[in-house]
């Protein structure tokens, strides 16, 4: 028995854009990087089109897997921004215009001389029920539903919604690693590398090659929620780096004899 929490997430990135390349994603690797400092395992994903019936289908396999969703993108004010509808289907609720979104809206645009129109409403859109996710950059609010978080797609904004949101998570046990550097290649390392992961279910194992020169090596990460395991692991690998160097050294003395 141990103590440790374990607490899941997923990630839901919306826009046709994303798929055609014309948009390259800065928001996947921001909320890894988050995600790991609080104590959640980002365990999946997916990019889907602006697509209704694509986004309905992929949150409710996430939703229903994971702790928490997050999804960006596709609650702007054009036609092909059609997340928060797609949110609403999925839980089986309306989508309407949010009266407290509207005002805080109304009034940034006032501020600004700007027009209130039509298309800048759409983004005070929102499933019946949600709360909001403030967003301190530009007012239109993300909202939250269930255990789904939708932020906006613009990098700056997303990291600010996700700022807000992250405080009010419950986290999990931390990941603690260890890196070791390796000498040898993949090639080398595999066979007894995966014997180790094997025998330590409770432990991600992961191998980076490099090639630096005419010669490969590797950074091997141990990685897992207490330091006696992480140090243990790495003490494994360790002695199996050492017991390549040893085999090796022999091979150069029978070759030389």
């Known amino acids: 028995m141990t103590n440790e929490t374990i607490v899941t997430a997923a990630m839901l ?5 994303l798929l055609s390349g014309r948009t390259k994603d800065k928001n996947i690797g921001h909320l890894a990087d988050v995600m790991l400092l609080a104590g959640i395992d980002l365990k999946e994903v997916r990019i889907v089109a602006d697509d209704e019936d694509a986004i309905v289908t992929a949150l409710n396999a996430l939703r229903g897997q994971y702790d928490y969703v997050f999804t960006s993108g596709g609650i702007g004010p054009t036609h092909d921004d059609i997340t928060a509808d797609a949110i609403a289907k999925a839980f089986g609720v309306p989508c309407e215009h949010d009266a407290e979104a509207m005002r805080l809206m109304a009034e940034m645009y006032a501020r600004r001389e700007m027009e209130f129109t039509e298309a ?12 909001h996710i403030a967003n301190p950059v530009s007012t239109a609010p993300g909202f939250n539903i269930g255990n789904v978080y939708v932020m906006a797609g613009v990098p700056q904004v997303f990291q600010a919604m996700l700022d807000n949101v992250v405080p009010t998570l419950r986290t999990g046990t931390r990941m603690l690693s260890a890196a070791i550097s390796c000498p040898y290649g993949e090639g080398e390392i595999g066979t007894p590398l995966g014997a180790i992961q094997k025998a330590h279910p409770d432990t991600s194992i992961g191998s980076y090659p490099r090639y630096v020169g005419q010669f490969f090596s590797t950074e091997i990460v141990v990685r897992a929620r207490t330091v006696e395991l992480v140090e ?13 160097r040893q085999a090796k050294a022999k091979e150069n003395q029978s070759a030389e004899a």
Do not use: C
Not at 13 to 17: K, T
Not at 232 to 244: D, F, G, H, L
């Open 13 to 17: 990135a919306i826009g046709d854009e």
């Open 120 to 131: 800048r409403q759409r983004m005070a859109r929102m499933p019946v029920g949600s709360k």
């Open 232 to 244: 243990s692991v790495a003490a494994e690998v360790r002695a199996m780096i050492e017991t390549i």
